[in-house]
């Protein structure tokens, strides 16, 4: 299974960004879809996450700002990012936890991770 992040690139403060993952592979179910973020000298945090059914959860800095949205059937995240601010500069990642085929275990799954940057 890959999970190919895209959207990333350079905006300035107060503009838009729509990031984009979709996975692919042999996918029987797919649970939980995030994104995470890393700042330079920081630790990788969760900035959002969507469950199978639709119920989403963010980080605090970024409610009311972010928009995390799911297309199950082509098993795709997406992150709405409004409002940019300088500090939501960073590599974002998107994660899924997922079954395949013949297994009957979830796995969880990485993107490459695709660079946000935000200019004052």
């Known amino acids: 299974v890959q999970l190919q992040a895209s959207g990333g690139g350079l905006v300035e403060a107060g503009g838009s960004r729509r990031l984009s993952c979709a996975a692919s592979?042999?996918?029987?179910?797919?649970?939980?879809m995030a994104w995470y973020r890393q700042a330079p000298g920081k630790q990788r945090e969760l900035v959002a996450r969507?469950?199978?059914?639709?119920?989403?959860n963010y980080l605090d800095s970024v409610e009311g700002r972010f928009t995390i949205s799911r297309h199950n059937a082509k098993n795709t995240v997406y992150l709405q990012m409004d409002s940019l601010k300088p500090e939501d500069t960073g590599v974002y990642y998107c994660n899924a936890i997922f079954v395949q085929y013949g297994s009957n275990r979830y796995d969880v799954g990485w993107g490459q991770g695709t660079q946000v940057t935000v200019s004052s």
């Open positions: 969507i469950s199978s059914g639709g119920t989403t």
């Open positions: 592979g042999s996918i029987v179910s797919m649970r939980d």
